[in-house]
Structures are given as structure tokens and as C-alpha cells.
């Protein structure tokens, strides 16, 4: 009873204070300092740490959670490549280091307008050879994010097979947004966190110049063979369920280890509520196992 009052509450609080904000109508500038403040709602446990560092040239957060032995987490934040940072993901990357037993390196990314595609991709991909400078094997490092970096992850796997290189271990998304047209979006009847017209401006600032069915901007129109072992998680009650949906079935059409999990009556990237809502932390639960599975010891 408790669990069901605290997820109406954290719904109608998502609904009142984060989707007013995510509108094309507030100044990106605006939407930044707003949903930073809103983000530190997200809360790590207690003995996560975190440090600031430059991965691959890039600035980052290290978030480790006791010993972590297993090995590497590179986890690309969500914000529809326009907002968040790795200080935003804080409660998120706490939780997963905390779950799969790995240091969680979250880069900040160039975000557009300022910087449109490629600027993250190319970012992710740097950061991603920090680590393994730092002498990572790839099958020591787990790629995962949420919403627009749940793409990201998924579109630097693309790139890094597309060049020959090793991929990592696993992929772990979290609502993952794959197609930037906007074409085939789930109608819910209750959207506490997304609008339509919010994430369409995103991605036209995101992309700039670039179609936005190129792979590399939008993964469910690329080729998915050759990627490791995907994890899918996404509410039911928000406007990617079918990016999830379609990502799933792309991944297994092309013969993708590939497990999707829908979570009845949840919202988008829900799992920013885990220590707070048990459905969330069970979902991290999950995310940390598959990562664990995955990685060579």
C-alpha cells in the first residue's frame, strides 16, 4: 500500500514539476538549471562515492561502490542530447555501481545546440578508449544509459563494429530513445515526464544538419548484428514504449542476445527512483546482474 501511494505520488510530482519544463517554449539554458535541481530528488546509497576525472580526454564522473572487482561501467546520462549531466545521474550511477559491482564512468558529454551530432557520439567513443587506456579489456567494460544515452550506447556499439574494434560485454538501456523521427510514438494514457513536441526539438537541435534516420542519430535504422548481449527496460505509461519495443524486435531479428523488460504503470527512465521505489531498485537489481553476467572476470 505504501509502494502504490509513494508511485502516485512520484507520478504526479513528475507531472507537475519535470514535464512543464521539458517544452520546446523554456529556453534550453532554462531547462538545464531546472532539471538539475529537480535531479537531486535522485538519491545514491549511502557509501557511494564519487570523483571527477578526464576519461579519454573527456570530463567524467567515477562513481565506485565498495571494491567494485568486476570491472568498468561506461553509462552515457539521458536528456534528449540537450540537458543532463553526470551530476544529474548521480542517484542512477550510485545505484548501478552499487548492483553490478563496477566503477560507473559517466562522461558529460557535448550536448547540443552547442554541439549537435556527432559531438556526443565522438565524446562517448573517447571516453570509451579511456578506459580501455587505463587498461580495461572490452570484455571488462558494460556500455549502458537511459533515454537519449540508452541510443547513445547502442549507436556507439554500431561504430565501434562498424570500425572492427571490439565491442563491450553488454548493453544495458533504460527507455532507450532510438528513433529521433517521432514516427511511431507509443500514445499512453497518462505521460508524466515526456512531450512529443519536446523531444521532436531535440532531436532537430541534436541532429543539425544530418537526416534523422541516419544510424548513428537514430539505431533502429541500422543494421543491430554483431552486438552484445542487450538489456531492455521501459515503462509502460510513456512515449518510448515503442522505441523499445522496436528496438527489441530489431535486435532480435538480427540475432542479438536480447531480454525486453516492460514495467506496468512505470514511467520513463523510472529507475531514478531506486532506494525510494522497490519496482525501481528491483530494475537496477536486474540491470547489475546482467552486467555481472556478462563481464569477463
Known amino acids: 500500500m505504501l509502494q502504490q501511494l509513494l508511485e502516485t505520488g512520484l507520478r504526479q510530482t513528475m507531472n507537475s514539476l519535470v514535464k512543464p519544463v521539458l517544452n520546446p517554449a523554456v529556453p534550453v539554458s532554462l531547462q538545464r538549471r531546472i532539471v538539475s535541481q529537480a535531479y537531486r530528488s535522485s538519491i545514491p546509497p549511502r557509501g557511494a562515492r564519487f570523483q571527477k576525472a578526464a576519461v579519454g580526454g573527456v570530463p567524467a564522473t567515477r562513481t565506485t561502490y ?25 542517484g542512477m550511477t550510485g545505484h548501478l555501481a552499487k548492483t553490478s559491482g563496477c566503477s560507473v564512468v559517466t562522461p558529460d558529454y557535448r550536448l547540443a545546440p552547442e554541439n549537435p551530432f556527432p559531438a556526443a557520439l565522438d565524446d562517448a567513443e573517447a571516453c570509451w578508449n579511456g578506459l580501455l587506456e587505463e587498461g580495461y579489456k ?13 541510443g547513445l550506447s547502442i549507436a556507439l556499439a554500431m561504430r565501434l563494429r562498424d570500425k572492427g574494434l571490439p565491442l563491450p560485454a553488454s548493453l544495458t538501456v533504460f527507455s532507450p530513445w532510438v528513433d529521433l523521427t517521432q514516427e511511431q510514438l507509443y500514445a499512453p494514457e497518462c505521460e508524466p515526464v515526456l512531450q512529443a513536441r519536446w523531444t521532436s526539438k531535440a532531436a532537430r537541435l541534436y541532429a543539425g544538419k544530418e537526416p534523422l534516420t541516419n544510424p548513428l542519430i537514430s539505431p533502429i535504422f541500422g543494421d543491430l548484428s554483431g552486438l552484445p548481449p542487450l538489456l531492455i527496460q521501459v515503462g509502460s505509461q510513456e512515449i518510448l514504449l515503442n522505441d523499445a519495443e522496436r528496438l527489441a ?19 520513463h527512465v523510472f ?3 531506486s532506494g525510494q521505489l522497490d519496482r525501481a531498485t528491483a530494475a537496477m537489481e536486474t540491470a547489475g546482474e546482467h552486467i555481472k553476467r556478462h563481464l569477463a572476470g
Open 271 to 273: 529507475q531514478v527512483h
Open 138 to 150: 572490452p570484455e571488462q567494460i558494460a556500455v549502458a544509459g537511459d533515454s537519449a544515452g540508452g
Open 66 to 90: 565498495g571494491n567494485n572487482p568486476y570491472g568498468a561501467v561506461l553509462y552515457l546520462h539521458g536528456g534528449g542530447y540537450i540537458i543532463g549531466s553526470s551530476a544529474t545521474h548521480r
Open 249 to 267: 524486435d530489431a535486435a532480435n531479428r538480427d540475432n542479438v542476445q536480447t531480454r525486453l523488460e516492460v514495467f506496468n504503470s512505470l514511467w
